[in-house]
Nanobody
Framework: QVQLVESGGGLVQAGGSLRLSCAAS????????MGWFRQAPGKEREFVAA????????YYADSVKGRFSISRDNAKNTMYLQMNSLKPEDTAVYYC?????????????????WGQGTQVAVSS
């Protein structure tokens, strides 16, 4: 089992920045790909960003390209999402997820473990 805890969410004005963290514990961390997803009120959960186990491959949703950056520190068992130039439409609960495989993927169904989520609210 892998336990995931997100942190770093909060309320920010449009144009501001936040850095989300996802701390993993439990089984071996370095062999897992990881990802971020988000769910806005009344909408389905959607892909945001993903990173391979080595960190060498990353994917981003078109809506966040150029503004968000995903990274990981395997020594700390932690993944990050740096969010810049935030917009009101970025408001959502952000979830981190772990896939029991090395390649990154945008497909939600391929992730095996999920965190409880952290709320991000962007005011206009």
């Amino acid at each position: 089992q892998v336990q995931l805890v997100e942190s770093g969410g909060g309320l920010v004005q449009a144009g501001g920045s936040l850095r989300l963290s996802c701390a993993a514990s439990g089984r071996t961390f370095t062999s897992y790909a990881m990802g971020w997803f988000r769910q806005a009120p009344g909408k389905e959960r959607e892909f945001v960003a993903a990173i391979s186990w080595s960190g060498g491959t990353t994917y981003y949703a078109d809506s966040v390209k150029g503004r968000f950056s995903i990274s990981r520190d395997n020594a700390k068992n932690t993944m990050y999402l740096q969010m810049n130039s935030l917009k009101p439409e970025d408001t959502a609960v952000y979830y981190c997820a772990v896939r029991r495989a090395m390649p990154a993927t945008t497909r939600e169904g391929l992730y095996d473990y999920w965190g409880q989520g952290t709320q991000v609210a962007v005011s206009s």
